[in-house]
Nanobody, 124 residues
Framework: QVQLVESGGGLVQAGGSLRLSCAAS????????MGWFRQAPGKEREFVSA????????YYLDSVKGRFTISRDNAKNTVYLQMNSLKFEDTAVYSC?????????????????WGQGTQVTVSS
């Protein structure tokens, strides 16, 4: 059984930074892509960022490009999302997910395990 546990969320002023972490259990972490998704109140879940199994390929939602950086440490079974220059519209519950394959993907159907999420609130 795979478990994903996010941490690092919180309340921050616009323009500030947060670093989210997602710790994964299980031995298959290093052979799977990982992704971050977010869901704001009253809105659909949306893709934020994804990283391939090796970290060699990354993808971002257009609105976070240049502000967010995804990375992973396979030795620690952890994926990170560094969020800089945060905006009010980044407020959401952020969840990490494990991909079904090695390749990063924007489609949530390509992810098989999900964390509970961590709240990020950006005050304007």
């Amino acid at each position: 059984q795979v478990q994903l546990v996010e941490s690092g969320g919180g309340l921050v002023q616009a323009g500030g930074s947060l670093r989210l972490s997602c710790a994964a259990s299980g031995r298959t972490f290093s052979s799977k892509a990982m992704g971050w998704f977010r869901q704001a109140p009253g809105k659909e879940r949306e893709f934020v960022s994804a990283i391939s199994w090796s970290g060699g390929s990354t993808y971002y939602l257009d609105s976070v490009k240049g502000r967010f950086t995804i990375s992973r440490d396979n030795a620690k079974n952890t994926v990170y999302l560094q969020m800089n220059s945060l905006k009010f519209e980044d407020t959401a519950v952020y969840s990490c997910a494990r991909g079904r394959s090695v390749w990063a993907n924007k489609d949530p159907a390509q992810y098989d395990y999900w964390g509970q999420g961590t709240q990020v609130t950006v005050s304007s």
